[in-house]
């Protein structure tokens, strides 16, 4: 074989107790595993390379669920972000908003919306439109070499709409429709695995849920999931969650809640309501999953912020309301009286919105403060400062919004069909910590610390659960005849490094992670392995 790695304690996927056991591999593929070798006295397996694992935990690669890397992965070769998490897979595509299927306008119009997200990408050569298009330039990703990890793709719902409707708030047509499931249906025929939605993201919330159920219907034909990042995760959170289940019941559709959190001051202590409204709905035969990341406060870009009127029309028109100053004048009462749908129906409040990245560097002064905090400095209100920014930084400012409360992050993580994912934007001077630190903190801080889940659930979280989400029959398990897709670590040590002062810190105690049996990350650094491809969802 081309490796063995003795004396693991293997942590499998599947929730059930660990156990020590040799692992050999061979040509990308789990091909023995022998439970308590040194024990039973029976010759042990042999290869060109033994890796001794004594005090290591062997789990099956980790799934970021919720990823935002759609040009980080064709960007940077290294993407230790992830890789030194013991990330194996991300999916991507998410929220709703991407970079495919598109035509030459749409192109221009996401990458304007999601600069916040992932760049511009000027450095980016777009040679792709459709989703299998963008699907072969990741396999091909540096020089036919591959990316630092594999990655599935959901079919951004956002962008479909903008290449059939538009920007308009308003129903799609008969004839616009039809091209709409089309797009869904080849996108999921080329090889993606769902749809999701950004349903506080312009222009995907515009659609009513008739026309979400009817490409919900394509999707499940097809054996794909529906994720959205649903109406509401504030002022009528509950029920955004039951309108996606309602939804997905009616279109028989499996269903993957985003970033599953209930957030804002409105929401403290509910998450035994959402909880309840799971139980019920599985009872009766809903397929629902969620995934979440281990920290209180959100992520997105300051734009996502503002009532969805203002966005009708894409980033121009968005423009073009903030400098004339009765309209910018109608959007801040909106955002901080009424309580702007962009911010989930709840009045914002500027002392929790810290400005995490922006696109100027001339602006970076801004950044790691509270548009509150600017404001008071500047001795003006802080719409005043948080327009100014909009404006000048092209609507590319990111944030972290300190809404979340830590006894519903962990009641959520319990449940038995939650699984993990990072959202983590990569982008940004200050990006929030999740981006490199999701994996580590749930084993570090939450399996270790605070006993909130016991080592075997939560690697079942992040593996096995999400694998079965995705339709993956080979990934996921420490199983004989399984993608050696595997990551070691040390139980007493592994911790996240990042923080909200240095979230660019690399996590301990991961000495090693492989893709295909192949070593990525090798006695704590990263090797020169470009291993990762594009996972498609297998035939129905």
């Not at 590319?396 to 934007?425: C, F, K, W, Y």
Request: with cysteine.
């Amino acid at each position: 074989m081309d490796l063995v790695i003795r004396d693991a304690e293997v942590v499998d996927g599947t929730g059930e107790p660990s156990y020590r056991a040799d692992v050999g591999i061979e040509n990308g593929v789990i091909t023995t595993v022998v439970k308590e070798a040194a024990a039973a006295g029976c010759q042990r397996p042999v290869a060109r390379r033994v890796l001794d694992a004594e005090g290591l935990a062997l789990a099956p690669g980790f799934i970021d669920m919720h990823a935002h890397s759609d040009l980080a992965l064709l960007r940077d070769p290294d993407h230790s972000a992830k890789a030194a998490q013991g990330v194996t897979l991300e999916v991507i595509g998410q929220d709703g908003l991407s970079y495919a299927p598109v035509d030459d306008r749409t192109l221009a119009e996401v990458r304007r919306t999601i600069t916040g997200w992932n760049g511009h990408g000027d450095d980016i050569d777009f040679t792709w439109r459709s989703v299998g298009e963008y699907l072969d330039r990741l396999d091909h990703g540096f020089d036919g070499e591959g990316i630092a990890v594999n990655a599935a793709y959901l079919i951004p719902q956002g962008t479909v709409r903008m290449l059939a409707v538009g920007w308009e708030d308003r129903e799609a047509t008969p004839r616009e429709l039809d091209r709409m499931r089309e797009l869904v249906a080849t996108g999921m025929r080329e090889g993606a695995v769902g749809m999701s939605s950004g349903l506080t993201y312009t222009p995907g919330m515009y659609a009513k849920d008739a026309e979400l159920t009817e490409l919900c219907r394509v999707v499940a034909a097809h054996g794909g999931y529906y994720c959205p990042h649903h109406r509401s995760y504030g002022a009528g959170a509950l029920e955004a969650y039951e309108e996606m289940v309602a939804l997905t019941r009616e279109a028989g559709c499996p269903l993957h809640l985003a970033h599953a959190t209930m957030n804002f001051g409105v929401n403290e202590g509910r998450a035994p309501d959402l909880l309840a409204l799971l139980d019920k709905s599985l009872a009766e035969g809903a397929d629902i999953t969620l995934d979440t990341y281990p920290y209180t406060p959100g992520c997105t870009t300051l734009v996502a912020m503002l009532p969805s009127w203002a966005s009708e029309g894409g980033p121009e028109s968005i423009l073009a309301r903030l400098r004339d100053d009765t309209t910018a004048e109608r959007i801040r009462h909106h955002m901080e009286v009424v309580g702007a749908d962009g911010c989930h129906g709840v009045p914002i409040e500027w002392d929790t919105i810290e400005i995490s990245g922006v696109t100027d560097p001339a602006l970076a002064p801004y950044v790691g403060r509270t548009v509150q905090a600017s404001a008071d400095q500047r001795g003006e209100a802080p719409w005043t400062t948080a327009r100014r920014l909009l404006l000048d930084d092209g609507l590319g400012p990111t944030i972290l919004q300190h809404v979340g409360h830590e006894e519903n992050v962990r009641a959520i993580m319990r449940h038995p069909v939650h699984t993990g994912g990072s959202d983590g934007i990569l982008r940004g001077d200050k990006p929030h910590p999740r981006a490199y630190g999701t994996f580590p903190r749930y084993l570090g801080h939450y399996v270790r610390e605070l006993g909130v889940l016991s080592l075997e659930e939560c690697v079942a979280h992040l593996t096995g659960r999400p694998a079965a989400r995705l339709r993956l029959a080979d990934r996921g398990l420490v199983r004989e005849g399984y993608r050696a897709d595997l990551v070691l670590f040390d139980p007493a040590t592994v911790a996240a490094g990042s923080t909200f002062e240095n979230p660019r810190t690399l996590p301990t105690g991961i000495p090693h992670v492989l893709i295909d049996g192949r070593f990525v990350i090798e006695d704590g650094r990263r090797t020169d392995v470009l291993a990762g491809r594009a996972v498609r969802r297998s035939p129905v």
